[in-house]
């Protein structure tokens, strides 16, 4: 196999260059040359010609293909029900958090019914097998390959054929045809593109572990998650027994669902009860405490917002916001202070969401202020009570998506009293729950008195 041709490309203007330079020679920018293959000169089109391969969208036929269970209930939940034929998956996560473990496990239920290979470029065979063991993992069916080059894991895909491949990890996977090393944007870039190619040609489930950098986003080029089809991020706290995997993108299921795991001696195991994980339980109502109900992905989710407000001590009074986006809050606390003539300008405010889990939602506002509300007056609220709903600028308080599945999810975990927009009220009423619905921000905050 004749070994491919290098060239640099340039990430601004596209220019092509034989060598490395620090400066472009085309378009002048800096540090925008990355190494790639050449492509290789094919036929020249010849016009007149009818191009082949052109059939009608509506002649094609489509066969349900049944998906592949992991067996861990919280897994297939991210996934969209399990892995698909043909499919690449990319998980990324700290280190130590416990990606191969989960993996690991996965492949040794799976291995029952289909044939499995873990390809490892980072741990020795010793080092998996004492995991394995540790686990108390039945792992006679898993394939092992230590091995970071391409060229000999594409060999090995060919002749195991199996239906699983796990890649652990990327970063360390290189081939032949670059100069650069092992975890350069160029390999991770171009092993992915292989090994992709590879999974769809021979309808094989691959998982490809990858590093994150100490930003929390994915190391390589920004390509590789367009690349794939599915993209999981491992998060937690590593003094935190608890791991959440959210799923950024899924070609086969929800985006942003929401997978919760307990870090075990016998590794992860599925939370059939999320909702308790991001409940606080008191002795007796507190103030500054209030349980909404978020939606991630397909779940709903109680979690409970904790607020602190107290004086401030300087000039500047502190905004600070853990799990919950920072300007949403000097927004809200400007609404409070116009809408409901409650100034908070002299205080110090503090927000938490339990469980160190992130809302993104809009659908937290509602809550959030009552928990502020809640501090200043020293007043608890109702240990029974679930609040949300999105707050405008002007004081209104808009609906949310599924209000219903939210309110349900309250009630199954005996929460008896709502408020609500009035655009979410159910047209049948939930048993068990008192639905209280308010437009304004002002009549939200009167019914917490």
């Known amino acids: 196999m004749a070994k491919s041709k290098s060239l640099y490309f340039c990430n601004a203007c596209g220019g092509q260059s034989l060598k490395w330079q620090g400066q472009c020679p ?5 540090n925008t040359l990355i190494e790639g293959i050449a492509e290789k000169k094919g036929p020249r089109l010849i016009s007149g010609l009818r191009p082949t391969g052109i059939q009608s969208l509506n002649d094609i036929e489509v066969t349900e293909t049944p998906r592949l269970s992991t067996t861990i209930g919280e897994f297939d939940r991210v996934l969209g029900g399990g892995l698909v034929l043909g499919g690449v998956v990319l998980l990324g996560g700290d280190p130590g958090i416990g990606k191969s473990t989960l993996l690991l496990q996965a492949l040794a239920t799976m291995s029952i019914d289909h044939r499995v290979l873990y390809v490892s470029g980072e741990e020795s065979a010793q080092q998996i097998a004492l995991r394995a063991r540790r686990l108390n993992l039945d792992v006679r069916k898993v394939s092992l390959l ?34 650069s090393a092992p975890g350069s944007v160029a390999q991770v870039r171009e092993c992915t593109a292989q090994l992709t190619r590879i999974a769809k040609s021979k309808a094989i489930c691959m998982i490809l572990i990858g590093h994150v950098t100490k930003e929390g986003s994915l190391a390589g080029p920004r390509v590789l998650e367009h690349m794939v089809d599915t993209v999981m991020y491992f998060e937690g706290d590593a003094n935190s027994s608890f791991r959440l995997i959210r799923s950024f993108k899924n070609r086969f299921g929800a985006v942003n669902e929401l997978g919760v795991f307990a870090m075990t001696e016998k590794g992860l195991r599925g939370v059939n009860n999320p909702s308790a994980f991001f409940l606080s339980h008191h002795h007796k109502p507190v103030p500054g405490s209030c349980v909404m109900v978020t939606q991630e992905g397909t779940r709903p989710l109680l979690v409970e917002i904790q607020a602190l407000v107290d004086d401030a001590h300087t000039a500047s009074p502190k905004r600070l916001s853990i799990g919950l986006e920072q300007n949403r809050l000097a927004m809200l606390l400007a609404v409070l202070h116009r809408h409901a003539g409650i100034p908070c300008f002299n205080h110090d405010v503090f927000i938490n969401a339990v469980g160190g889990i992130r809302i993104t939602e809009p659908g937290a506002d509602l809550a959030v202020l009552a928990a502020i509300v809640s501090s ?17 600028l002007a004081g209104e308080v808009r609906p949310v998506q599924r209000g219903q599945e939210r309110l349900k999810e309250a009630a199954k975990l005996g929460f008896i009293k709502a408020i609500i927009p009035e655009s979410n009220k159910p047209k049948q009423p939930i048993p068990g729950i008192e639905i209280l619905t308010v437009n304004r921000v002002e009549q939200a905050l009167a019914l917490l008195r």
């Open 146 to 179: 230590t091995e970071i080059h391409l060229e000999n894991i594409h060999a090995t895909l060919n002749t195991a054929a199996p239906a699983i491949a796990v890649i652990d990890s990327i970063q360390t996977i290189y081939t032949d045809a670059l100069q």
């Open 376 to 392: 200043i007056k020293d007043k608890p609220l109702s240990e029974k009570l679930v609040v949300f709903g999105e707050i405008g």
């Open 26 to 30: 085309h378009c002048r920018e800096w």
